[in-house]
């Protein structure tokens, strides 16, 4: 499984920016995308995780700002971050879960909100 990740980039405090990632090759068995994010010096965290159901998981720092959403193709997931905090600074990765105990990653892309 490949992942294409689009968007980032930087931004003012209380703006948006929407990510998106596209997962191709074996996506047969895909249960689950998603997005993390790992800032300096911090370990990698959960930021919001979508299942082939349409379950959707938040941190609790994102709850109310972000949404996670899939696309019609279901191999293909978004976060539109809103109301954005310099905390939110980080490199966000998107990830695939793949039955059984597969997860895959993709190449990681900046986000920089600026106070």
């Known amino acids: 499984v490949q992942l294409q990740a689009s968007g980032g980039g930087l931004v003012q405090a209380g703006g948006s920016l929407r990510l998106s990632c596209a997962a191709s090759?074996?996506?047969?068995?895909?249960?689950?995308m998603g997005w993390y994010r790992q800032a300096p010096g911090k370990l990698r965290e959960l930021v919001a995780t979508?299942?082939?159901?349409?379950?959707?998981n938040y941190a609790d720092s994102v709850k109310g700002r972000f949404t996670i959403s899939r696309g019609s193709a279901k191999n293909t997931v978004s976060l539109q971050m809103d109301s954005l905090k310099p905390e939110d600074t980080a490199i966000y990765y998107c990830a695939a879960d793949r039955w059984p105990d597969a997860r895959y990653w993709g190449q990681g892309t900046q986000v920089t909100v600026s106070s």
């Open positions: 979508i299942t082939s159901g349409d379950t959707t």
């Open positions: 090759g074996n996506i047969f068995n895909i249960n689950a």
